[in-house]
T-cell receptor, first 109, second 113 residues
């Protein structure tokens, strides 16, 4: 079965420090991987997806098929990055998302 | 372009009752997916509707049912409510051609007492 694991429930970093939110998945095929973010009092929204290979708000994520990981990284954390981050997987076209349990990122001033 | 809307925002029901949650999809989207998010968990897929037909279902019992209407809005119905049904219910809409990009509504918080 497809599974997404986010090992950290809470990650606290100081402003300006690097951030890495970990995500591992289990799936035998070639999944599509995503990061969703939920800021305080806002709805869940797409942050980035691996197929676009883009940087959004300074965040990047590289799909490592050998390690089945899709870690989210940012070199310098900002206070406005404080939010709940969910890693998600879709295993074929038009299929639903499988989410991890999420990591709460807290950036301390 | 209007976003995904859900109603009601909050709901309190008693065990054994039935509930209907509503979702209006984003303009131009023809696919609606419903997710249940229990406290401290990530969203869990319930089912998806495309052109008024169920198009995939997660590991939820038959007392969870849904509808999609010609205007692509959708309902989630839950019968015989149980305490464990207390959760945030999220609706997400997408376009069939790019269904990986799902747009989420604000959710309905259901509390079963």
């Amino acid at each position: 079965a497809q599974r997404v694991t986010q090992p950290e429930k809470l990650l606290s970093v100081f402003k300006g420090a690097p951030v890495e939110l970990k995500c591992n998945y289990s799936y035998s095929g070639s999944p599509e991987l995503f990061w969703y973010v939920q800021y305080s009092r806002q709805r869940l929204q797409l942050l980035l997806r691996h197929i676009s290979r883009e940087s959004i708000k300074g965040f990047t994520a590289d799909l490592n098929k050998g390690e089945t990981s899709f870690h989210l990284k940012k070199p310098f954390a900002q206070e406005e990055d404080s939010a709940m981050y969910y890693c998600a997987l879709a295993y074929s076209g038009n299929t639903p998302l499988v989410f991890g349990k999420g990591t709460r990122l807290s950036v301390i001033a | 372009e209007t976003g995904v809307t859900q109603s009601p925002t909050h709901l309190i029901k008693t065990r054994g009752q039935q509930v209907t949650l509503r979702c209006s999809s984003q303009s131009g989207h023809n696919t609606v997916s419903w997710y249940q998010q229990a406290l401290g968990q990530g969203p869990q897929f319930i089912f998806q509707y495309y052109r008024e037909e169920e198009n995939g279902r997660g590991n939820f019992p038959p007392r969870f049912s849904g509808l999609q209407f010609p205007n692509y809005s959708s309902e989630l119905n839950v019968n015989a409510l149980e305490l464990d049904d207390s959760a945030l219910y999220l609706c997400a809409s997408s376009s069939r051609g790019s269904s990986y990009e799902q747009y989420f509504g604000p959710g309905t918080r259901l509390t079963v007492t």
